[in-house]
C-alpha cells in the first residue's frame, strides 16, 4: 500500500481520520497479499493493524492515553481526561470470511464524553466521522416501514422485541459499525443491542451517531460514558430522534 503521512500539526479530527483510513488499508492489504486465511488471517490483521495505530497515535499525541481492544490494559489512562479508544478491526469474523462488513473504529473520549470519532469500512471505500457524514434528518427510504439493523449471526432478544412491536424489517449485517454506520446513512433506523460491548466496539460510532443528530443511549435512556474502570457496556440503542421515545417505552416495558 501507498505510505501515508500526516502533518504534525493535525487536528484530533484529521488524526482520527487518517488513523481510520490507514489501518483500514493495512488490512485490505494482508487481506489481499498474506496468503492468511480464516482466523489466522483476522489474528494477524488485528496485531498489524493495532501496532500500526498505536506507533502513529505515540507520534503525535504522545500525552494522551490509549484504550484498544488489542492491548494490555493498565488502567493508567484513569488520571487521563483524554483517551483514545479504538478497535483495529471490528468484525473479525467476517475479515476473517472474506465479507464487506467490517470496520475500523477510532475515537477520542475527553472527560468520558464520546468526543471525537472516526469509522472506515474498508472493504466498501468508506469513511465516516464525527464532523463529516450523510445524516441530516432524511428518513429512510420507505418511511412506513422501520428497519432494524439486527446481528447476522446472533439473535438479539431486544431486537425481536422491537420487530414485533413496531412490525419492523430486521437487515441483518456484520460488525457494530456497520450497522451503526447503516443507521447514519439512513438505511437503518434503528440499531439496539444488549448482551454485551466494550468501550471499543461502540465510542467511534456513537461520536459520530451523535454528532449527526441520532439519538444514542444505553437502551434504558441512560447516557453512554467512556473512559471507565469496567469498559463493558451491556447494551445500546442508536436510532432516529423521532422514534426514540416510542422505542424506549417499547424497550423499558416491563
Not at 477520542?108 to 468508506?126: E, F, K, M, T
Request: with cysteine; net charge negative; proline share 4%.
Amino acid at each position: 500500500m501507498t505510505k501515508m503521512t500526516i502533518n504534525a500539526d493535525c487536528s484530533d479530527l484529521q488524526l482520527a481520520r487518517f488513523l481510520a483510513q490507514g489501518a483500514g488499508g493495512i488490512l485490505l492489504d494482508i487481506a489481499a497479499n498474506s496468503g492468511l486465511s480464516g482466523k489466522i488471517l483476522g489474528k494477524a490483521g488485528d496485531k498489524q493493524a493495532n501496532d500500526w495505530i498505536l506507533s502513529i497515535l505515540h507520534q503525535h499525541r504522545p500525552q494522551d492515553a490509549i484504550l484498544s481492544e488489542e492491548s494490555s490494559d493498565d488502567k493508567s489512562r484513569l488520571g487521563h481526561s483524554r483517551c483514545w479508544i479504538i478497535d483495529p478491526l471490528d468484525g473479525t469474523r467476517e475479515y476473517s470470511e472474506g465479507r464487506d462488513d467490517w470496520a475500523v473504529h477510532i475515537a477520542l473520549s475527553i472527560d468520558n464524553q464520546p468526543n471525537i470519532g472516526a469509522v472506515s469500512l474498508p472493504a466498501r471505500d468508506q469513511l465516516f466521522d464525527s464532523q463529516i457524514n450523510p445524516y441530516r434528518g432524511q428518513v429512510a427510504t420507505d418511511a412506513k416501514t422501520v428497519k432494524l439493523a439486527v446481528s447476522r449471526t446472533r439473535n438479539v432478544p431486544c431486537a425481536d422485541k422491537l420487530q414485533t412491536a413496531l412490525n419492523a424489517e430486521m437487515l441483518p449485517m456484520g460488525s457494530a459499525g456497520v450497522k451503526a454506520m447503516a443507521v447514519v446513512q439512513g438505511m437503518a433506523d434503528c440499531y439496539v443491542h444488549e448482551g454485551g460491548q466494550y468501550e471499543w466496539d461502540n465510542c467511534a460510532p456513537i461520536a459520530i451517531a451523535a454528532a449527526a443528530g441520532l439519538h444514542c443511549s444505553r437502551i434504558d435512556g441512560s447516557a453512554l460514558i467512556y473512559n471507565q474502570d469496567n469498559v463493558f457496556i451491556p447494551d445500546l440503542l442508536i436510532c432516529r430522534p423521532e422514534l426514540s421515545v416510542e422505542i424506549l417505552l417499547i424497550l423499558n416495558d416491563k
